[in-house]
């Protein structure tokens, strides 16, 4: 049996992908802070951890390892968002965005590298529109979408000679928590919970897409019509990107 690993496993795109994947044979290791509710059986391995955290993130990955014959795809679903004016941002809340949605990728890639290369598997980022394209009031969170894309997409040609797949999925706006932000003081909020989407996509319709794309092969999969028009618009004028998305995102 395959052996996805999936960090923000407890959230609502993580446990949509791992119940789709389940549904295909394979079994879930769900990483997360928090897996409250979530059950253990056969095909699910829910497994507390805080990724920033270098000992928890050893002991999680020796657990993994020790459980599982092998792992074959790392989902990198781990992330929070941060809304607000750039003249509002403290370099804390900028280093708090990289350590959980840039370090905590990385170092979940290297403690994962050996095992993929040795099932050939795949390493799938999930970034977002802001990943390869500028967001309103998202600066701290466009940047460390930025670099987890900049990353990943090098990664792959060093992976590839050991057969290993490294895909970057970027999602629009996925409603993971909508009515649940847990706006922080500093504007960090839990992802899928920003008011001022466009065209909502549920987590499972988001999950069907994402996987869609691995099993093709696809390097980068935008996930919605949002994130395919904004993909194409923005690679052909980014001007007219950038006019088109400060209208619309400052409009809500």
């Known amino acids: 049996m395959k052996t996805a690993v999936i960090s923000g496993g407890n959230g609502g795109l993580g446990r949509a992908l791992s119940a789709q994947l389940q549904a295909r044979g394979w079994r879930t290791v769900l990483l997360d802070l928090d897996v409250s509710g979530l059950e253990t059986t056969d095909i699910q391995i829910p497994v507390a951890c805080d990724l920033t955290d270098a000992e928890q993130l050893s002991s999680a990955t020796a657990h993994v390892l020790d459980a599982c014959a092998s792992v074959d795809l790392v989902i990198y679903a781990a992330g929070i968002t941060q809304i607000g004016a750039f003249e509002d941002l403290d370099e804390t809340t900028l280093r708090k965005l990289f350590e959980i949605n840039f370090f905590a990728a990385v170092n979940l890639a290297k403690a994962f590298l050996v095992p993929v ?8 980022a999930l970034s977002s529109v802001a990943g390869f394209s500028p967001l309103y009031h998202r600066t701290a969170y466009a940047a460390s979408k930025h670099a987890m894309e900049g990353f990943f ?49 549920t ?42 998305m400060v209208r619309n995102i400052k409009g809500h």
Not at 237 to 242: G, H, I
């Open 203 to 244: 987590p499972e319709a988001a999950a069907e897409v994402i996987l869609r794309g691995v099993g093709k092969g696809k390097d980068f999969i935008p996930v919605g019509r949002i994130a395919r028009l904004s993909y194409l618009i923005n690679r052909l004028s980014p001007s007219l990107f950038q006019r088109i």
């Open 117 to 124: 290369r040795q099932s050939k598997g795949t390493h799938l």
């Open 153 to 201: 997409a090098s990664l792959r040609s060093e992976e590839a000679r050991y057969g290993v797949t490294t895909q970057i999925a970027a999602p629009s706006f996925v409603a993971t928590n909508i009515g649940n932000e847990d706006r922080q003081s500093d504007g960090t909020t839990r992802p899928g919970s920003a008011k001022d989407g466009i065209d909502v996509m």
